[in-house]
Nanobody, 120 residues
């Protein structure tokens, strides 16, 4: 499974970006988004378990970010609103067949290469 992220870029504080992650065969996968800021560890941002349509969010983004799966397509999105500079980093899409601790990177087998988000 190859995951490919897109949609990163630069944005002013208060703005919005939408990230996308596309891969074949992920419709039944547990999918997550992680962010790694410079000098920091990669942290879980949001995750989605399609089977039960349940989503999860880090406290720092709850109410501002929304994870979703595009119906009929092997694509998930991360809509990021009310961005602030602390949201800057490389965002990675991750996936796995297993359901588990969504915020732990070790939960996921498959990873994309990441897309840069810079908020100033």
């Amino acid at each position: 499974v190859q995951l490919v992220e897109s949609g990163g870029g630069s944005m002013q504080a208060g703005g919005s970006l939408r990230l996308s992650c596309t891969a074949s065969g992920i419709s039944s996968y547990f999918m997550g988004w992680f962010c790694q800021a410079p000098g920091k560890e990669r942290e879980g941002v949001a995750a989605l378990f399609p089977f039960i349509n349940q989503d999860f969010y880090a406290d720092s983004v709850r109410g501002r970010f929304t994870i979703s799966r595009e119906s009929g397509k092997n694509t998930i999105h991360l809509q990021m609103d009310s961005l602030n500079p602390e949201d800057s980093g490389v965002y990675y899409c991750a996936g796995d067949r297993r359901y588990g601790a969504w915020y732990q990177g070790s939960q996921y087998t498959y990873w994309g290469r990441g897309t840069q988000v810079t908020v100033s």
